[in-house]
């Protein structure tokens, strides 16, 4: 991997290696093996949505609705669940709540034409109030105990279920983006929709692929944050999506799409 690493992406880990010695000789728990868990356990569904933001924007698009996207997610799980559904259904349910709204992204984007910016911004107003709908202003909690210990407890050892997931997944999406043609057709639109659909790639496709993964994934990581607090509100996930574009344009990958790396990503994370 390091063959890949950029000059910006090569001093996102020189500020890292400073950090690290600098917090370490103020803090001797610093380095610790609970502690550095303990910290990106914090922000961990939000770095696992960067992942698959990292492709969305490589692709010179957007998706504001990724943080609204978990917040539905969570709020359906804990509304279905509130009333009797068993809760491997709801989980499913939910995933499949990612799904279509991804699919609502991608059509509106593919099919109409219309810039992502404007059509995600909508859908981040309209998730955000479906999650509203289902629970008001109520919080629920009281999921079982399986799920809460997937985000509160040591799934292998001391290392949660989370991270275990980014883990696999960022391994995954590395090899997809920098391995496959799938990743290579995403650099090309990206840089050049006009080329790529002359050189025969299915640019709606792709596009509509990205949108799908960005919704399941999103409404993954609203689960795994419902599980890891233990109760869901309207509210959840609020202000996410800024936090997850930062993430990823910190990382080096251009808003205007064309380039970027996950390597990128994954630093400021």
Known sequence: MMKHLRSWEVFLLCVLIFIIVVSSVVSPEFLTVANQIDLFQLSIEKVIVALVMTFIIINAEIDLSV??????????FGWLYQQGVDARLAIAICLAIGVVGGAVNGWFITALGLPS????LATLIAYRGLARVLVEDRGINGFPDWFNALGQEGFVG???????????LFVILYIVLERTGFGRKTYVIGS?????????IDTRRHKMILFIASGVISAFAG???????????????????????????????????GSGTLIGTGLPS
């Open 192 to 200: 050049n929709r006009d080329v790529a659909e002359f050189a025969g």
């Open 117 to 120: 910016l404007v059509v995600t």
């Open 67 to 76: 943080g609204s996207m978990m917040g539905l997610s969570a709020c359906a």
């Open 158 to 168: 001391p290392i949660p279920f989370a991270l275990i997931v980014f883990a696999i």
């Open 223 to 257: 689960l795994l944050y419902a599980s890891r607090v233990g109760a869901i509100r309207g509210d959840v996930a609020f202000g996410f999506e800024l936090d997850i574009i930062t993430i990823v344009l910190l990382g080096g990958v251009s808003i205007f799409g």
